[in-house]
């Protein structure tokens, strides 16, 4: 599928490839104009995601079933994934269920606003503004630093760092990576990781719409209009293939969170 943000790519009789501006379309409402911040397409679509999740699984839920319909099925399976694809194999058999929820919110946020740039129209994944991704990796951040101070006290801190069984004279060395790895970069992977992915797709996408149009359109020469004729059909299997990357970012983006809370309720038996 093509991108529907074909605007004008070219200049003249020279191809001007999309930037990472032409992905974010102006603010609907700027209060920080000098920052080029406000309300915008994002923000709405992120907005949206949350009405239609709440509307899809209460509709699906509304009047239950012992044999489910369509809308129930897919429902329950996906909690079912969540429940015990994710929450139970990652976190463990006793402390799982209080997680499901949560695990459960942040699975369906991200794969609705990830599928969002696989709609006509909205076409534009929530999470490939790097804004969103590092607002969720910042709520999974506090809850499993938190939970792990919950459940371990202040200790915890020392547990995150000082790796059981290692020789005291390594600590020296070691001490300042484990810090760095836990406390900073797991974060900023966790965010950028998805952002990156979302963006980098999306962008592709974008370059093969927009590429194919210049071939087909500007060029006026046959071979180089057909070579766009084929660009269109690759682009249908990178629409597919981003789609799948959705999917499984969705996913990775939950799994870690999952591995992130079990790292916490269970430092002390690292």
Sequence with gaps: ???????????????????????????????????????????????????????????????????????????????????????????????????????????????????????????????????????????????????????HGLPYFKLAVVPAGVPGWILPALVPLEIISNFIVRPLTHSLRLMAVMLSGHMIVMLAGSGAEYLITETGNLALQATGVLVIVGSVALYFLELLMMVLQAFVFTLLTAIYVQGAIDANEH
């Design 1 to 151: 599928m093509l991108p529907l943000v074909l605007a004008t790519s070219t200049i003249g009789s020279e191809f001007v490839p999309p930037t990472i501006e032409d992905t974010h379309l102006p603010e609907i409402i700027p209060w920080m104009a000098e920052y080029g911040t406000g309300f915008g397409k994002q923000m709405l679509m992120i907005l949206l995601s949350i009405v239609l999740i709440w509307a899809f699984f209460g509709l699906a839920m509304r009047k239950p079933t012992i044999v489910p319909g369509k809308a129930q099925f897919l429902a329950e399976s996906g909690y079912s994934f969540v429940r015990n694809g994710i929450a139970r194999d990652i976190i463990g058999e006793k402390h799982f269920k209080s997680w499901v929820p949560f695990l459960f919110a942040i699975f369906f946020f991200v794969l609705f606003n990830n599928l969002f740039g696989a709609i006509p129209f909205l076409q534009l994944p929530s999470f490939s503004h790097a804004g969103a991704a590092y607002a969720l990796a910042l709520i999974v951040y506090v809850t499993w630093i938190a939970t792990g101070v919950r459940r």
